[in-house]
């Protein structure tokens, strides 16, 4: 499925083919939270992109996989990219922040915190994986959710930019590239659950990060923002 020109993402085109990539989604997210797309070899990549899949390979490796490593790699060899994309919004959950009432703020903003500061341990360990491996990287912010009740929404979105402040200040100080998917995955058919984006996001996103290294790959840059 191809989307169409009034719904292309900025700059979804890249200027030219290059050599093969091998990308590595490294995190749990995509591993665990997207039921729409089959992640089998070749599938996985066609499915993305359908067209292209000459053009990368793709393999996942799990944050847990990295944590139990420890100092010894876990990356594919022959890897050239990283995307690093850790989903947060199971520990927005977690910190009860949607479930108790406005006079437990308190309570909730430092469960959150504890929470954040736990999710940026993590991504900074993702951070430091891919370079000790010299990989191109690229580090997703996490898209907003989708839920119906306006209530919630606008709560989940409040909790959901203390993590993603923590993505751009740990994408920043490392200097790498952001994929900002609040900015891609923002209509209603970019989802197929409140957190879970649909074959269709899915897509957009892979579009998007396909452009990124096309255009990382042209030259040595400092951190910025694709969408």
């Not at 393999?59 to 022959?78: C, F, H, I, M, Q």
């Not at 909730?108 to 191109?136: G, K, M, V």
């Not at 979105?157 to 100080?173: M, Q, S, W």
């Not at 990124?212 to 030259?219: K, V």
């Amino acid at each position: 499925m191809s989307l169409p020109p009034n719904r292309q993402p900025s700059g979804a085109s890249p200027r030219g083919y290059g050599p093969a990539r091998h990308v590595v989604l490294l995190g749990d997210a995509l591993l665990e939270a997207y039921s729409s797309i089959d992640k089998s070899p070749g599938r996985f990549e066609e499915d993305l992109l359908p067209g292209s899949r000459d053009q990368w390979q793709i393999s996942v490796v799990s944050a847990a996989e990295v944590e139990r490593a420890r100092s010894r790699s876990v990356l594919p060899k022959g890897a050239t990219h990283a995307i690093i994309f850790i989903e947060g919004n199971h520990a927005i959950e977690q910190s009860g922040l949607l479930q108790n009432p406005a006079d437990a703020s308190g309570p909730t903003l430092e469960r959150l915190s504890l929470a954040a500061d736990e999710f940026e341990r993590t991504l900074a360990q993702l951070i430091h994986a891919a370079q000790s491996a010299h990989l191109t990287i690229m580090v997703c912010t996490m898209f907003a959710p989708n839920y119906k009740d306006a209530l919630r929404q606008r709560m989940a979105c409040a909790a959901l930019a203390v993590f993603n402040d923590r993505v751009t200040k740990r994408a920043a100080e490392a200097r790498v590239a952001v994929i900002d998917l609040r900015l891609i995955c923002s209509d209603a058919e970019d989802y197929d659950a409140p957190t879970r984006l649909s074959k269709f996001g899915l897509q957009k996103a892979a579009n998007v990060i396909r452009y990124a290294m096309f255009e990382l790959d042209a030259g040595t840059r400092r951190s910025e923002v694709f969408f």
